[in-house]
């Protein structure tokens, strides 16, 4: 069965970096995208970025740019979420899904890492 | 660019049907077939519905259903159940550097 398994909750101050993960299993990690969808607390889905793991080609929404880093190894079938200095504002439950195609929809979802800012 | 437009809440009764609709624009709904539906319950990831504007995914539902005309796609849910009590999301290609573009979301009751 296909899995993408996310990684832990995780508590930062503002200003500490952060990188969570999502583990793909079951399936060619190379040949489907990944994207990164937020999702803040007691509101909807945000599209925040995909990767294609197969060559690292990678799509940010205008929103996102610059804000994080998304990434993968597919040595490891894993992609990566990475901010360098966290807000309090990036408080949020963050998934990760994939898609069979760029135009394709997120077939499969992580369960979700939640991240939560506090001084 | 600008989130697709949903309803912020719809509601039926047990056994009815309902429709929430997804607006966007030429640029996303209206430029392409890339139309997907997702079911989010609370605490839970969400589940792909509905892709291709019309297209279940195996293990979906026959009561859920999809479609487009012009600018605007709609979700329909027939045979209103209990357990369809939850938030739906519209999604759509748009062809540019940042392909996807998410509805706000749409709470549904089933009274």
């Known amino acids: 069965e296909v899995q993408l398994v996310q990684s832990g909750a995780e508590v930062k101050k503002p200003g500490e970096s952060l990188t969570i993960s999502c583990k793909g299993s079951?399936?060619?990690?190379?040949?489907?995208?990944i994207s990164w969808v937020r999702q803040m607390p007691g509101k909807g889905l945000e599209w925040m970025g995909i990767?294609?793991?197969?060559?690292?080609?990678?799509r940010y929404s205008p929103s996102f740019q610059g804000q994080v880093t998304i990434s993968a190894d597919k040595s490891i079938s894993t992609a990566y979420l990475q901010w360098r200095s966290l807000k309090a504002s990036d408080t949020a439950m963050y998934y990760c899904?994939?898609?069979?195609?760029?135009?394709?929809?997120?077939?499969?979802w992580g369960q979700g890492t939640r991240v939560t800012l506090s001084s | 660019q600008s989130a697709l437009t949903q309803p912020a809440s719809v509601s039926g009764s047990p056994g009815q049907s309902i429709t929430i609709s997804c607006t966007g624009t030429?640029?996303?709904?209206?430029?392409?077939?890339?139309v997907s539906w997702y079911q989010q319950h609370p605490g839970k990831a969400p589940k792909l519905i509905i892709y291709?504007?019309?297209n279940r995914p195996a293990g979906v539902s026959n009561r859920f259903s999809g479609s487009k005309s012009v600018n605007a796609a709609s979700l329909t849910i027939s045979g209103l159940q209990a357990e369809d009590e939850a938030d739906y999301y519209c999604?759509?290609?748009?062809?540019?550097?940042?392909?996807?573009?998410f509805g706000g979301g749409t709470k549904l009751t089933v009274l």
């Open positions: 899904a994939r898609h069979p195609r760029l135009q394709g929809p997120g077939d499969y």
């Open positions: 079951q399936y060619t990690f190379t040949s489907y995208w």
């Open positions: 990767i294609y793991p197969g060559d690292s080609d990678t």
């Open positions: 030429s640029s996303d709904i209206g430029g392409y077939d890339f």
């Open positions: 291709d504007v019309s």
């Open positions: 999604s759509s290609y748009t062809g540019t550097s940042a392909p996807v573009v």
